[in-house]
């Protein structure tokens, strides 16, 4: 597929790639044959975090400008705080200008169809599926745990990934074993049980609680077990301040909660039921959810980013 033409949201043209693929934020780019990409080789992809923002499995018709560039730093920053537990597929930062702090070029890898769920807190999909079973993916959790409850140790809850605009399944154990390998995964978990540990520790030292994220992994050309795609932002994870947990209640999260909300009030006229896709969102809500995913970025990082 070339390149997609200009439209709002749409993957820019960039000269010396050619895209392939757009995901709910990311846009993919291979080398142009022979044509002097910095990265030109069959080896290498450039991965650009857009301005999207998706709720409800809707990429919405709205922007929240800069949000990929903090996507983008922040992914880079943990990138560097979890080197030593598990190599990444970043390659280069010398990417186009016209996406100069919101693109990265990566490690071509063959990826696992598994979203690998670590949870430290009981709430979102987990809860209701506790509700139902007293289970989380087949793992057993004590009686009695409400919403915002913490999960004495770290539980992994992966998921099968799904196309773009359905959700992700979530799945035990032995379904991931069953499609990956029992030694796949169970390096998989270990890996993301040990990255989430870490990412835990750093996070509670600046009052933050990671309450549950996701990781995607694939293998090089070494067969070595790499960690992709983005790492440990708010599109990915629910963090929130230490200070704003009350069991029996969800504290609010640095990710896009302004815009579930909005979407589900009356004033943005919009049924989720139906087919007819979200409306665009007003600028507070944007201005809003921009300054929670920089609040966000500050927090952890201790720097400022100058977008």
């Known amino acids: 597929m070339g390149a997609m033409s200009s439209a709002p949201g749409a993957a820019p043209e960039l000269p010396g790639w050619t895209h392939t693929y757009s995901g709910k934020v990311r846009d993919m780019y291979v080398p142009e044959p022979g044509d002097g990409a910095p990265a030109d080789d069959a080896s290498s992809v450039l991965i650009v975090a857009s301005d999207r923002i998706s709720a409800y499995d809707h990429i919405l018709p709205t922007e929240i400008p800069g949000k990929g560039a903090i996507l983008t730093a922040l992914s880079l920053w943990w990138f560097e705080q979890l080197?030593?537990?598990?190599?990444?597929?970043?390659?280069?930062?010398?990417?186009?200008?016209?996406?100069?702090?919101?693109?990265?070029?990566?490690?071509?890898?063959?990826?696992?169809?598994?979203?690998?769920?670590?949870?430290?807190?009981?709430?979102?999909?987990?809860?209701?599926?506790?509700?139902?079973?007293?289970?989380?993916?087949?793992?057993?959790?004590?009686?009695?745990?409400?919403?915002?409850?913490?999960?004495?140790?770290?539980?992994?809850?992966?998921?099968?990934?799904?196309?773009?605009?359905?959700?992700?399944?979530?799945?035990?154990?032995?379904?991931?074993?069953?499609?990956?390998?029992?030694?796949?995964?169970?390096?998989?978990?270990?890996?993301?049980?040990?990255?989430?540990?870490?990412a835990s520790e750093i996070a509670e030292s600046r009052g933050i609680v990671l309450a549950d994220t996701k990781f995607e992994f694939g293998t090089g050309a070494d067969g070595g077990l790499v960690l992709a795609d983005e790492v440990l932002t708010p599109d990915s994870s629910r963090f929130w301040r230490a200070e704003d947990i009350t069991p029996g209640t969800t504290p609010p999260s640095f990710d896009k909660q302004y815009v579930r909300d909005w979407l589900t009030s009356d004033a943005s006229g919009w049924d989720r039921a139906s087919d007819a896709p979200p409306p665009p969102l007003p600028a507070e809500v944007v201005e809003r959810t921009r300054e929670r995913y920089l609040a966000a970025y500050e927090a952890l990082t201790g720097r400022t980013l100058d977008l």
């Open 83 to 198: 080197s030593d537990i598990v190599d990444n597929h970043v390659v280069s930062l010398d990417v186009p200008h016209a996406v100069a702090g919101r693109a990265m070029i990566c490690r071509r890898l063959e990826m696992y169809p598994v979203e690998c769920v670590v949870r430290g807190y009981l709430t979102g999909s987990g809860l209701t599926e506790y509700r139902a079973t007293g289970e989380v993916c087949g793992v057993a959790l004590p009686d009695g745990m409400v919403d915002g409850d913490r999960i004495d140790t770290p539980i992994y809850t992966p998921a099968a990934k799904a196309a773009v605009g359905e959700h992700d399944e979530n799945i035990s154990f032995e379904a991931t074993a069953e499609r990956v390998g029992i030694e796949a995964a169970t390096r998989l978990r270990d890996v993301s049980l040990a990255v989430f540990a870490r």
